[in-house]
């Protein structure tokens, strides 16, 4: 794997799940893999889990991590080609990806996208910036479109948990991506990963997408679920649901309305197969998600969370070994 930008990217992600599994069962298997290596971890925006997750991942693989809050501590960034820079941009991309390529054996993006413009944001100037022009690995860390790193640790939740239900090799688990209600417009980055990576038949899950009208996915990553607009039919018999709030793909950017009745309850809870909460993280209380789920014992948001080091871990590995 020379990149992991999506999951076109990775070869066979049932591998890549069992890769993730080991290396949560032994953190330091491969402590000496990335010695003498270093990650650059790049952030135009706020992370968390994504930061120190990372982070953790390669120094249990033996790497130097550098991490930059490029937004509030590098130069702003230039990222068209020929123009003059009278402005307020002090550097171009051409020089800023190629200097941190001199650096950095891997290097890690973050840049969400600005909904202003679908053709813009679509188009992933910034993470094919620093691919073009750093000539280095580059790990999306949550991009203009897609969240890969998430993807692959709700992958290794899903199966973790499945394997302990009594259905486990009966039946496949029916797991429904729910839109919820948000006060701010958000990137369409992880339903559109979650949708991508579930979505495809070596997943071996039943995917149902279930939003009010508007919120339509892109085709190319809903394609491979059932849509549904009907919150409480989609929701009867699931084993797994992963409540994501997402601003318009169609209107592009938008937050069409709050429709605060698709918060997820206890009582939403109930028409599921008792099934587990999961979400990304961070979530607004009692917005997107009811006190009572998030602390009740449906949720596994911190379990999934956690897993977001072994996924990582397994990603730099095989990002290691590629070079
Ligand atoms: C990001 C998103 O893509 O939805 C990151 C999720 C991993 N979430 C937010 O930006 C939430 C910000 C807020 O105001 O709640």
């Not at 003498?36 to 990372?54: D, E, P, Q």
């Not at 051409?94 to 679908?118: H, M, N, T, W």
């Not at 910036?129 to 690995?137: A, E, I, L, Y």
């Amino acid at each position: 794997m020379k990149h992991f930008t999506s999951v076109a990217d990775v070869p066979d992600v049932p591998t890549l799940i069992a890769a993730a599994a080991a290396a949560k069962a032994n953190p330091y298997q491969d402590e000496n893999l990335g010695r003498h290596k270093t990650l650059g971890l790049f952030f135009f925006n706020a992370s968390l889990r994504t930061r120190l997750s990372t982070q953790k991942a390669a120094e249990n693989l033996g790497m130097k991590v550098m991490v930059v809050n490029l937004n509030q501590e590098g130069w702003a960034l230039e990222f068209q080609d020929g123009v003059v820079m009278d402005g307020n941009k002090p550097e171009h991309i051409r020089e800023a990806a190629a200097v941190i390529g001199q650096y950095c054996d891997i290097i890690g993006v973050r840049s969400f996208p600005e909904l202003k413009s679908r053709e813009a944001d679509y188009a992933e100037t910034v993470l094919n910036g620093f691919r073009q022009w750093s000539g280095k690995p580059i790990l999306s860390l949550e991009s203009a479109t897609r969240h890969p790193l998430q993807s692959l640790a709700d992958a290794l939740t899903i199966e973790e948990l499945w394997k302990q239900h009594p259905d486990y090799g009966k039946r496949q688990p029916k797991v429904v991506l729910t839109w919820a209600p948000h006060p701010r417009a958000l990137p369409q980055c992880v339903p559109n990963s979650f949708a991508e990576w579930m979505g495809h038949p070596s997943a071996g899950l039943d995917l149902t997408i279930v939003q009010p009208e508007g919120y339509e996915l892109a085709d190319e990553f809903s394609s491979g679920a059932k849509v549904s607009y009907d919150q409480d039919v989609a929701l009867e018999g699931a084993d797994f649901v992963y409540a994501k709030n997402w601003s318009s793909y169609h209107q592009y950017g938008q937050a069409l309305k709050l429709d605060r009745d698709w918060m997820i309850t206890t009582a939403k809870m109930s028409i599921t197969n008792s099934g587990k909460l999961m979400h990304c993280l961070p979530t607004r209380r009692n917005v997107e998600l009811a006190d009572e789920v998030l602390d009740g014992s449906a949720s596994v948001v911190i379990q999934q969370a956690g897993n977001r080091v072994p996924a990582a871990q397994a990603i730099l590995k095989q990002l290691l070994l590629a070079r």
